[in-house]
């Protein structure tokens, strides 16, 4: 994921421009990548689990993970 990609999202869900106190505007706070980097790792550690747990049961196939990651968040 690149800032580009957390700034279009950041502005998706609403983010707005704001004023720092030199007067000059961004877009883009640090904070924001930062936070969507946490949420990007932790989503991968998940998926990377249910990928490891389907290992476990061997008649079940890649797509079986792929069916329990896509449908996570609709749960």
């Not at 961004?26 to 930062?34: G, K, L, T």
């Not at 249910?50 to 890649?62: A, L, N």
Request: net charge negative; charged share 35%.
């Amino acid at each position: 994921m690149t800032q580009d990609d957390i700034i279009r999202m950041a502005q998706e869900a609403g983010f707005v421009e704001y004023e720092l106190d030199d007067g000059t505007t961004n877009a883009f706070d640090r904070r924001y990548q930062r936070f969507a980097e946490l949420v990007a790792a932790a989503e991968r550690e998940a998926c990377a689990a249910i990928c490891e747990e389907e290992e476990e049961f061997r008649d079940h196939t890649p797509f079986d993970a792929v069916l329990r990651i896509r449908t996570r968040g609709n749960t």
